[in-house]
Nanobody, 128 residues
Framework: EVQLVESGGGLVQPGGSLRLSCTAS????????MSWVRQAPGKGLEWVSA????????NYADSVKGRFTISRDNAKNTLYLQMNSLKPTDTAVYYC?????????????????????WGQGTQVTVSS
């Protein structure tokens, strides 16, 4: 059974940092690309970042570029999202999602129906 379990969310002040983790099981983690996707209150899904299976290629939404860093540790079956300089507009539930191939092609991260597995999400709240 495939499982994706996010952790690391919480309440942080503007300008602060958080690191999210997504622990995967039930599939060969090192074979597949992964993404982070978020959903702000009352809004739709927003793709945040993607990483290829080996971790050497990454992409970011313009809204987080330069502030967020996606990474993975294939030995630990874990995906990460380091979030710095957080803003109130980053408040959302953050999901990790598995892409069915080794790389998410540019401009394809928003095709949410193509992801085959999702985690349950972790809440990030940025507020003073």
């Amino acid at each position: 059974e495939v499982q994706l379990v996010e952790s690391g969310g919480g309440l942080v002040q503007p300008g602060g940092s958080l690191r999210l983790s997504c622990t995967a099981s039930g599939f060969t983690f090192s074979s597949y690309a992964m993404s982070w996707v978020r959903q702000a209150p009352g809004k739709g899904l927003e793709w945040v970042s993607a990483i290829n299976n080996g971790g050497g290629t990454t992409n970011y939404a313009d809204s987080v570029k330069g502030r967020f860093t996606i990474s993975r540790d294939n030995a630990k079956n874990t995906l990460y999202l380091q979030m710095n300089s957080l803003k109130p507009t980053d408040t959302a539930v953050y999901y990790c999602a598995k892409w069915p191939e080794s790389w998410v092609p540019p401009n394809s991260g928003t095709y949410y129906s193509l992801y085959d597995y999702w985690g349950q999400g972790t809440q990030v709240t940025v507020s003073s």
